[in-house]
């Protein structure tokens, strides 16, 4: 892992713990992150974390950018050293793989796809070695996922899904952006699945809809009430696939204001889990059935 | 008092300096693309810089007075009239009640201020009245000025006739010049493209928006070759989705720079070559599509005398109109 800083502008400054994604940049990310918010620098006015970077914006003339700079470097060791260990939450948040909104939209944009031909879905499927998109979707939701950024727009989670790399699932982002994405759609595209908090562009494959709103500016749903913004770095999610009867049933009960997220405290132990993938999962799994 | 709108322009949004504090949940600054002319407004009427103004795109809005006030319009050119009469621009000048404020053709930049003494007093939600669309944030009920809409005015009191002096109010030259400071991934292009990204004239695409503008009629840029980092995704442009910096510029495909502007996606998977300075991102708001651009390239040196320059500016219309 190299860091690799650059002045964005003369407002930001942009710091990249990896070229390529993993755990490890994500925690180092987060570190560094956490430490310059705890550093109550005069000046900073934006600090944001993502998967394998993160970014600082600041006033340059209260603080200037090279001295900026130096403080971010300073901060590095620290983010090294800190234990790549959290205390979160795992959330379950059911899908319905395969419904009717995003297959109209993405027939909308087939020309923007690398597979006019067929679905998001069968392309997935076929580029990542199954037979069909069934066993992608099973694929997609056996182990849990991992919110390595919240952003993009209004809360948007991008999650990593907790495998060896091997198994990890791949799929390109469209060949030019779509105009048109529903609310609540489940995206990939790279190495990362997201949720679609609100309705607008996009460039990932679509595969599914959750009928839990994730982002509510009124804070009217029953969950959002304390803050407008469901997801934060550091959730596990894990996905339950549903079919059309219950993502109608959910969907009322969100609107009633009477669904609640099934959601377990958990700890999440980098080294643990690479230690044992399988057995960090299965435990992950045992809290949230537990809930 | 109230503003009443009758007719809402092309695109009409309330305005302020925006919320900054989120940008880490995607929610981005927001408020008045061309910050100078809002705050200039406000100064005008006698309201604190960062009251909230009505910013319309391309045309004015046509709107009733429910009391006598005072207003002002700053920004890109375009005629003012108040019951038909025209009124200067940059001036503040008192309206009685019932009269009506509506604008003639938009002559010159793209984007108009219109301020009220007092300030539009909207709800705001967390901590900003600018309107996020997007995110159903701000504005009315989250959205655009529309026909109807009765914007309640908070109270204020100013002076007519102030007005700020012509040699202030900035405007883009043609070709518009905006200045970069290369960075970021400006690492993943050739020489050859990096002397032609600045060496070529660009035009702003029709896609420009308050989250970014797009340009085209340069070359494509040519990539260093690389074996694509994992989860980045196969195209060359493609980066793990990081943050994006406001005015950074992103090139999908390598193809048509997009720079992000107040309503800025917070990240993504594409590449960004640099990003304009914040000395002239006020200017990227007054582009319209297919004026011609040109990128200069400077150093940090010369983007931080750019930015004091203009914050120098500022103070002198805060002198003009004390």
Redesign the interface.
């Given at each position: 892992m190299k860091t690799r800083y650059?002045?964005?502008?003369?407002?930001?400054i942009?710091v990249?713990m990896?070229?390529?994604?993993?755990l490890d940049a994500f925690f180092k990310s987060l570190s560094m992150?956490n430490a310059l918010r705890e550093a109550k620098i005069d000046g900073v006015?934006?600090?944001?974390?993502?998967?394998?970077?993160?970014?600082v914006?600041f006033d340059?003339?209260v603080i200037?950018?090279?001295a900026m700079l130096e403080e971010l470097k300073k901060l590095e060791d620290v983010a090294e050293a800190a234990e790549k260990r959290m205390t979160t939450r795992i959330v379950e948040v059911p899908v319905f793989y395969q419904d009717p909104w995003t297959h109209e939209t993405l027939m909308r944009f087939r020309e923007r796809h690398q597979d006019p031909s067929g679905t998001d879905l069968d392309y997935a499927a076929k580029i990542n070695g199954f037979d069909n998109a069934e066993g992608f979707i099973a694929a997609h939701h056996a182990n849990p996922w991992f919110v390595s950024?919240?952003?993009?727009?209004?809360?948007?989670p991008?999650l990593?899904q907790l495998v060896e790399?091997e198994r990890?699932l791949?799929v390109?982002?469209y060949?030019?952006?779509r105009t048109d994405t529903p609310k609540q759609t489940v995206g990939y595209?790279?190495?990362?699945s997201c949720i679609y908090?609100?309705r607008?562009a996009g460039?990932y494959q679509m595969f599914g809809i959750t009928p839990m709103t994730i982002?509510d500016?009124?804070q009217e749903v029953s969950y959002l009430r304390d803050f407008m913004?469901f997801f934060r770095p550091g959730d596990i999610v894990k996905f339950s696939p549903i079919d059309r009867d219950e993502y109608d049933r959910i969907l009322k009960e969100v609107e009633a204001g009477t669904y609640t997220p099934k959601i377990a405290e958990v700890d999440f132990d980098l080294e643990a889990f690479n230690a044992d993938i399988a057995g960090t999962n299965a435990k992950l799994m045992e809290a949230l059935d537990g809930a | 008092m109230a503003l009443e709108i009758r007719k809402p322009g092309l695109l009409t949004t309330i305005q302020d300096l925006g919320r900054p504090g989120y940008f880490h949940l995607g929610i981005p600054i927001g408020g008045a693309m061309d910050r100078l002319s809002l705050r200039a407004a406000n100064r005008l009427v006698g309201n604190p810089e960062d009251a909230a103004c009505l910013e319309a795109v391309f045309m004015g809005p046509e709107l009733v007075v429910t009391e006598d006030t005072l207003l002002a319009v700053t920004g890109g050119e375009m005629p003012v009239k108040l019951d038909g009469a025209e009124v200067p621009t940059w001036t503040s000048f008192a309206a009685k009640k019932g009269q009506v404020l509506s604008f003639g053709y938009l002559t010159d930049g793209a984007r108009i201020y219109i301020a009220v003494a007092g300030g539009i007093a909207t709800e705001p939600m967390l901590g900003s009245r600018a309107t996020y669309a997007i995110g159903a944030l701000g504005g009315v009920d989250g959205r655009a000025v529309a026909a109807g809409d009765v914007l309640p005015v908070g109270d204020g009191a100013g002076t007519p006739g102030r007005t700020v002096p012509e040699a202030l109010r900035r405007r883009p030259g043609r070709p518009a010049e905006l200045r970069v400071l290369p960075g970021l991934y400006w690492h993943r292009i050739t020489e050859a493209s990096q002397k032609a990204f600045f060496d070529d004239e660009w035009s702003v695409a029709p896609e420009a928006d308050r989250m970014g503008y797009r340009f085209r009629g340069g070359r494509p840029l040519e990539f260093v070759e690389r074996e694509q980092p994992f989860g980045a995704g196969s195209d060359p442009s493609n980066i793990v989705d990081g943050c994006y910096p406001y005015g950074s510029i992103q090139v999908p495909g390598g193809t048509e720079p997009i720079v992000l502007h107040r309503d800025a996606v917070s990240g993504g998977g594409y590449f960004m070559i640099g990003a304009v300075i914040s000395a002239d991102m006020d200017l990227i708001g007054q582009l319209q599509p297919n004026v011609p651009v040109r990128f200069q390239r400077v150093d940090m040196d010369a983007a931080l005398k750019a930015r004091a320059e203009r914050t120098a500016v500022l103070d002198e219309i805060r002198a003009a109109t004390a």
């Open positions: 650059s002045h964005g502008g003369d407002e930001h942009f990249e990896d070229e390529e994604m993993s992150t006015t934006e600090i944001c974390p993502a998967n394998a970077s993160c970014q914006k340059p003339d200037a950018p090279d950024m919240v952003g993009f727009v209004s809360g948007l991008f990593y790399r990890q791949q390109p982002k060949l030019r952006p595209g790279g190495c990362f908090s609100v607008g460039g982002f500016p009124k913004v | -």
